[in-house]
T-cell receptor, first 112, second 112 residues
Framework: NAGVIQTPRHKVTGKGQEATLWCEPI?????VFWYRQTIVQGLEFLTY????????DSGMPKERFSAQMPNQSHSTLKIQSTQPQDSAVYLC??????????FGPGTRLTVL | GEQVEQRPPHLSVREGDSAVITCTYT??????FFWYKQEPGASLQLLMK?????EINEGQGFTVLLNKKDKRLSLNLTAAHPGDSAAYFC???????????FGQGTKLSIKP
C-alpha cells in the first residue's frame, strides 16, 4: 500500500499564475479530504468528497479555489490567480467511511 | 462551529520524563477524536483514534484519555525519548461530519 500520493511535492508560482495540485487516495478509500497548513492558521479543512461527490466545501475560499474528483483514483485542487497568502502546505487525506484519515506528504506551494 | 483549544503550544521535557498535552473542544456532538504526530518536514502520522465508546486508549509509550463530560482529550507520553520530538495535533470530528477540526499543535522537544 503506497499510501496517499500527492504531486508535486513542491510548487513555486508567480503571483497571478494558476496552480493545480494532485492527490491519489489510498485504493478503496471512498472519502477524500483537502486541508491547508500554515504557521499562522494551523491546519484548516478545505473540502471533502465521498464516492467522488462533493460533500462539504465549507472551508474553501469562495474565489479562486476549486476542487474536483473526476474518478475514484484522483482529486485535484486548483487555485487560480495565486496570491502570496495562498502559500501553504496543502494536505490531502483519505479514509474509509467514518474511519480515521490518512494523510499524504503534502504539496508545499510558494507564491512569489 | 466546533473550536478546539490545545495546550501547551511548546513543551520541553527531559528524556525519560512524562509529557502531557491537552485539548478541549466545544461541540457536544463531537464523536471521533484523534492524535496525530508530525515530524519536521513530514506529513501527519496517525497515533491514536478514540471513538465515543472509549475513554482510555493505550499505545506504545503513550496513553490517551477522553473525558466527554469536561470535553477534554489528553495525550500522555509516559517516558519520553528523542524519537518523540515532533509536533502533536489533536483532531475532532462530529458524527457523520467527515471533516477534522484540529488543535493548534504542540511542539514537543526532548532534552537528553
Amino acid at each position: 500500500n503506497a499510501g496517499v500520493i500527492q504531486t508535486p511535492r513542491h510548487k513555486v508560482t508567480g503571483k497571478g499564475q494558476e496552480a493545480t495540485l494532485w492527490c491519489e487516495p489510498i485504493s478503496g478509500h471512498s472519502a477524500v479530504f483537502w486541508y491547508r497548513q500554515t504557521i499562522v492558521q494551523g491546519l484548516e479543512f478545505l473540502t471533502y468528497f465521498r464516492n467522488q461527490a462533493p460533500i462539504d466545501d465549507s472551508g474553501m475560499p469562495k474565489e479562486r479555489f476549486s476542487a474536483q474528483m473526476p474518478n475514484q483514483s484522483h482529486s485535484t485542487l486548483k487555485i487560480q490567480s495565486t496570491q502570496p497568502q495562498d502559500s501553504a502546505v496543502y494536505l490531502c487525506a483519505s479514509s474509509l467511511p467514518g474511519r480515521e484519515q490518512y494523510f499524504g506528504p503534502g504539496t508545499r506551494l510558494t507564491v512569489l | 462551529g466546533e473550536q478546539v483549544e490545545q495546550r501547551p503550544p511548546h513543551l520541553s521535557v527531559r528524556e525519560g520524563d512524562s509529557a502531557v498535552i491537552t485539548c478541549t473542544y466545544t461541540d457536544p456532538n463531537s464523536y471521533y477524536f484523534f492524535w496525530y504526530k508530525q515530524e519536521p518536514g513530514a506529513s501527519l502520522q496517525l497515533l491514536m483514534k478514540v471513538f465515543s465508546s472509549t475513554e482510555i486508549n493505550e499505545g506504545q509509550g503513550f496513553t490517551v484519555l477522553l473525558n466527554k463530560k469536561d470535553k477534554r482529550l489528553s495525550l500522555n507520553l509516559t517516558a519520553a525519548h528523542p524519537g518523540d520530538s515532533a509536533a502533536y495535533f489533536c483532531a475532532v470530528s462530529a458524527y457523520n461530519q467527515g471533516k477534522l477540526i484540529f488543535g493548534q499543535g504542540t511542539k514537543l522537544s526532548i532534552k537528553p
